[in-house]
């Protein structure tokens, strides 16, 4: 399968604990978005990387997000101390070059109890 | 700032019928647009994307159109299908250097048999 995979597809978490989510984007897209989404939105952007390097990160990360992408290959997502209102998808899609389509993963459900 | 609206958020047509879903952005400065269908608890599949050069793009039994200056895009589903139900969400590429993209809430479709 050559598409966006992303791992784990599920997880379920105490509050207070850490996660990371993987995302491994079609190979030589060079451009890797994330976003995350609850019940009844859109996506909403979270970050974004042109090969190894995050260019932006929106308003809705706070410190206890962290995204990376080394070698400008896989990227992970952190998230710290996760709250109750970090419940969502988090969803990853990458792009060939500049302006290309999108191709998205299925999506990591995060549920925090 | 860019905002994307999706309106209807709900329709229900019977089967066989030709649609019209829309989708309206404020700022004109957009690299492209992208529809996607989602289907319930899934990521997202990608349906058509139309560069800011272009009007329209089709592909099967959909068709979307572009129009930058008034910030409106439709997506045409002819001979709907049941199978064509889902949530139908568009995005916009912003311009301008600014690669961020930003997606409506959507359009939740059902085709009743």
């Known amino acids: 399968d050559t598409g966006v995979s992303q791992d784990p597809r599920h997880k379920i978490t105490k509050r207070g604990q850490n996660v990371t989510f993987r995302c491994d984007p079609i190979?030589?897209?060079?451009?890797l978005y994330w976003y995350r989404q609850t019940l009844g939105q859109g996506p909403e952007f979270l970050t974004y990387f042109q090969n190894e390097a995050q260019l932006e990160k929106s308003r809705l990360l706070s410190d206890r997000f962290s995204a990376e992408r080394p070698k400008g290959s896989f990227s992970t997502l952190e998230i710290q101390r996760t709250e109750q209102g970090d419940s969502a998808m988090y969803l990853c899609a990458s792009i060939p070059g500049g302006y290309g389509e999108q191709y998205f993963g299925p999506g990591t459900r995060l549920t925090v109890t | 700032k860019q905002e994307v609206t999706q309106i209807p958020a709900a329709l229900s047509v019977p089967e066989g019928e030709n649609l019209v879903l829309n989708c309206s952005f404020t700022d004109s400065a957009i690299y492209n647009l992208q529809w996607f269908r989602q289907d319930p608890g899934k990521g997202l599949t990608s349906l058509l994307l139309i560069q800011s050069s272009q009007r329209e793009q089709t592909s099967g039994r959909l068709n979307a159109s572009l129009d930058k200056s008034s910030g409106r895009s439709t997506l045409y589903i002819a001979a709907s299908q049941p199978g064509d139900s889902a949530t139908y969400l568009c995005?916009?590429?912003?311009?301008?250097?600014?690669?961020?993209?930003?997606f409506g809430k959507g359009t939740r479709l059902h085709i009743l048999p």
């Open positions: 995005a916009v590429m912003r311009g301008n250097r600014d690669d961020k993209i930003i």
């Open positions: 190979s030589e897209h060079n451009r």
